[in-house]
């Protein structure tokens, strides 16, 4: 991994009271969470819905409090930060929503939108000053055209919407963007489309992404056109393989990435047996591996023993007590996303 490191998160954990019953009941959405984040990287985070990886963006751009661990940026240990470096943080890493149509404020114009978060962080900006900016800023993620400036969300399309929350995300500089399942709600026929402005942008600014996906196709593509990154496969709120994008891609350690990515719609690879596994499985409480309950490899020891997080090649670490001992055929790329 390249430094200097941006970002350092060491044990950290994630609880919430579950819903529903005596209210004592806690849910883990992330544990024991090691990761490094180095300048102008792009991570991709993978995982199915309730692994963890909307609550891992959340932490990171500081709008969820770990309850445990440490978090440093640039080396300062945020839980030490005072309200203004605080403020300077939130500054530093700003979140790029789901869904489009949720994030813009409807009763404000885009210029509106986009003078607003432009004028909060620059406090000096006069209103012409911050509505070149905001023309700019909307040329830069393809919607050019003074018109645009002056239309409201629901005058949009969800992705001229989802270009306009990348705008105001990068109208700020941040040094890292956490890009949460962007393209999801957006027709497939836009996504690459988007995909590949995110890219230039990152080109262009050299900003550090953290992309979060349940799509292990556009994590391929996306990482791919990026020529590298890394990825982080989240399940149940565990680190269960890390390492660089191609080689998880083209020959995952971990049962559940070889499972995520034989579930692909159009994988090849022993499609009907891990599919329907992961279909039918229930999400039991288990002591052991997580994954013990839906996995096809599994034995007497992971039902007893979390198996850890240890290095099965150069920057490559997987959590099964069998990686690189399962007589698994590598997995077949993943196909590339639709559109
Ligand atoms: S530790 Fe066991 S249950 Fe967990 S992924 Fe590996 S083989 Fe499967």
């Known amino acids: 991994m390249s430094d200097p490191r941006l970002l350092e998160l060491s044990d950290v954990?994630?609880?919430?009271?579950?819903?529903?019953?005596?209210?004592?009941?806690?849910l883990e959405a992330l544990r024991h969470l090691n990761l490094d984040i180095a300048s102008r990287e792009l991570l991709v985070v993978v995982g199915e819905s309730g692994s963890g990886k909307t609550?891992?963006?959340?932490?990171?751009?500081?709008?969820?409090?770990?309850t445990k661990g440490t978090m440093r940026f640039r080396g300062k240990d945020l839980a030490k930060a005072d309200h203004g470096e605080?403020?300077?943080?939130?500054?530093?890493?700003?979140?790029?929503?789901?869904?489009?149509?949720?994030?813009?404020?409807?009763?404000?114009?885009i210029e509106q939108t986009l003078i607003a978060g432009l004028k909060r962080w620059n406090?000096?900006?006069?209103?012409?000053?911050?509505?070149?900016?905001?023309a700019d800023l909307l040329s830069l993620v393809g919607l050019s055209g003074k018109n645009h400036l002056q239309k409201y969300p629901h005058q949009?399309?969800?992705?001229?919407?989802?270009?306009?929350?990348?705008?105001?995300?990068?109208s700020i500089n941040p040094e890292l963007i956490v890009l949460d399942e962007p393209v999801s709600m957006i027709?497939?026929?836009?996504?690459?489309?988007?995909?590949?402005?995110?890219?230039e942008i990152k080109q262009k600014l050299g900003t550090t992404y953290l992309f979060i996906t349940h799509d292990v196709a556009l994590a391929?593509?996306?990482?791919?056109?990026?020529?590298?990154?890394?990825?982080?496969?989240?399940?149940?709120?565990?680190?269960?393989?890390?390492?660089?994008?191609?080689?998880?891609?083209?020959?995952?350690?971990?049962?559940?990435?070889?499972?995520?990515?034989?579930?692909?719609p159009g994988s090849r690879t022993e499609?009907?047996?891990?599919?329907?596994?992961?279909?039918?499985?229930?999400?039991?409480?288990?002591?052991?591996?997580?994954?013990?309950?839906?996995?096809?490899?599994?034995?007497?020891?992971?039902?007893?023993?979390?198996?850890?997080?240890?290095?099965?090649?150069?920057?490559?670490?997987?959590?099964?007590?069998?990686?690189?001992?399962?007589?698994?055929?590598p997995a077949q790329p993943a196909p590339a996303p639709a559109g």
Not at 123 to 134: I, P
Request: glycine content about 8%.
């Open 220 to 264: 391929k593509y996306f990482s791919e056109k990026a020529s590298g990154g890394r990825m982080v496969v989240l399940y149940q709120g565990s680190v269960m393989e890390l390492g660089d994008t191609e080689t998880l891609v083209a020959a995952p350690a971990n049962p559940y990435m070889m499972a995520l990515i034989a579930s692909t």
């Open 156 to 170: 949009l399309s969800g992705g001229q919407r989802q270009r306009v929350a990348i705008a105001r995300a990068i």
């Open 123 to 134: 406090k000096g900006m006069t209103r012409e000053g911050a509505s070149l900016r905001a």
């Open 55 to 66: 609550t891992l963006g959340r932490v990171i751009a500081g709008l969820q409090r770990p």
């Open 86 to 109: 605080f403020l300077s943080y939130r500054r530093a890493v700003q979140m790029v929503h789901q869904d489009p149509y949720t994030s813009l404020n409807p009763a404000l114009t």
């Open 271 to 329: 499609s009907v047996t891990w599919s329907t596994k992961l279909a039918s499985s229930q999400e039991d409480e288990v002591q052991g591996c997580r994954f013990f309950p839906r996995c096809i490899y599994a034995q007497e020891v992971c039902h007893a023993t979390e198996p850890p997080l240890v290095s099965v090649g150069p920057d490559h670490l997987s959590a099964c007590h069998f990686s690189g001992k399962l007589p698994l055929r």
């Open 187 to 199: 027709d497939a026929s836009l996504r690459i489309d988007i995909l590949d402005m995110l890219l």
């Open 13 to 26: 954990g994630v609880t919430f009271r579950a819903k529903g019953g005596s209210g004592k009941k806690k």
